[in-house]
């Protein structure tokens, strides 16, 4: 009688889905939010917990699974709703002391709902690691962050002056970013603004415009990154259209979306595989991003 024939089972190989979604983006309030294996952390809170609530409940966003929010400076439009989203949801607070010291009182969490971080230090929140960096901006001791969770790099990168080494360092390791796209340079310069605003939007402590964002990107061509969100985008200096036009050369490259300042987007999942059929003879990569990334709608 023959031997049975040896027949391999294919290995389900399960990897857990970051989702990532902009719940404000604009100069009036900014909150982005990144999901993972039930949990979520926030970057910015700068929106009432009542308009959070409600945009959080049109993309279908548990916000009590918020553990922690991260602080990138002390400007209202980043920091308005911070004690209500800690007291609401019992979220911690992640802020250097020289942000925390230059906010109104109004905008401190409790004592409970408080950490302090310094700068270049990273901090782990179960799954998550959040590298943060200083950039030019006009405040006391501003930083932007780069999120790691499921072989997953989202970076959050607005309210920046100028390029800089830190954006560069950390745009080079994203798969997916929120860049800031700020404002149309001739919109700016003919636009009603008062000339000493304009002046501070451009002058490398303001923020990143069009051009500047996309040539960033161009000349640094990130080996990883799939997809772009431009983000804070100004009503009075920027339009959606003017934005994509700056990255009309690189659309075929990456996926490229504009947030919208008065409306969440949509939920988007970032994974290196959602699910892979993989022979045991097949070896595993040590590190999962450096499978294709998927994007896609939740919803």
């Known amino acids: 009688m023959s031997a049975r024939p040896h027949i391999r089972t294919p290995v389900l190989l399960k990897v857990e889905e970051v989702k990532v979604c902009s719940l404000a983006s604009g100069s009036n309030g900014n909150i982005y939010y990144v999901e993972y294996g039930g949990k979520a952390i926030v970057v910015d809170m700068g929106i009432s917990f009542r308009r959070l609530k409600s945009r959080a409940q049109t993309r279908r966003i548990?916000?009590?699974?918020?553990?922690?929010?991260f602080i990138s400076h002390e400007h209202s439009d980043h920091v308005y709703g911070i004690p209500a989203l800690c007291r609401q949801t019992g979220a911690v607070?992640?802020?250097t002391r020289g942000t925390f010291n230059a906010m109104r009182i109004k905008y401190r969490p409790e004592q409970n709902s408080l950490h302090f971080f310094e700068i270049g230090t990273p901090q782990t929140i179960g799954d998550f690691t959040i590298h943060s960096f200083s950039k030019p901006h006009d405040v006391e001791d501003p930083c932007s962050f780069r999120i790691e969770v499921g072989g997953v790099n989202i970076g959050v990168f607005t309210d920046i002056g100028d390029n800089c080494h830190g954006l560069e360092q950390n745009l080079a390791k994203c798969h997916l970013a929120f860049l800031e796209s700020n404002y149309d340079e001739q919109m700016l310069r003919n636009g009603r603004y008062p000339e000493h605003l304009k002046q501070r939007i451009v002058s490398g402590y303001g923020h990143l415009s069009n051009i500047q964002a996309a040539e960033i990107v161009r000349r640094l061509n990130p080996p990883h990154l799939h997809s772009i969100f431009l983000s804070h985008i100004s009503?009075?200096?920027n339009t959606p259209a003017l934005a994509l036009k700056a990255?009309?050369?690189?659309?075929?490259k990456y996926q490229?979306?504009?947030m919208n300042r008065n409306e969440a987007s949509d939920v988007w999942t970032v994974s290196t595989e959602c699910a892979r059929c993989v022979p045991p003879t097949i070896e595993i990569p040590e590190r999962l991003d450096r499978l294709p990334l998927t994007l896609h709608n939740t919803l």
């Not at 548990?62 to 929010?69: Q, S």
């Not at 990255?247 to 075929?252: A, C």
């Open 247 to 252: 990255f009309e050369d690189m659309r075929d």
């Open 235 to 237: 009503q009075e200096n």
């Open 256 to 258: 490229i979306r504009v």
């Open 62 to 69: 548990d916000l009590r699974k918020i553990k922690a929010v």
């Open 93 to 95: 607070a992640y802020v």
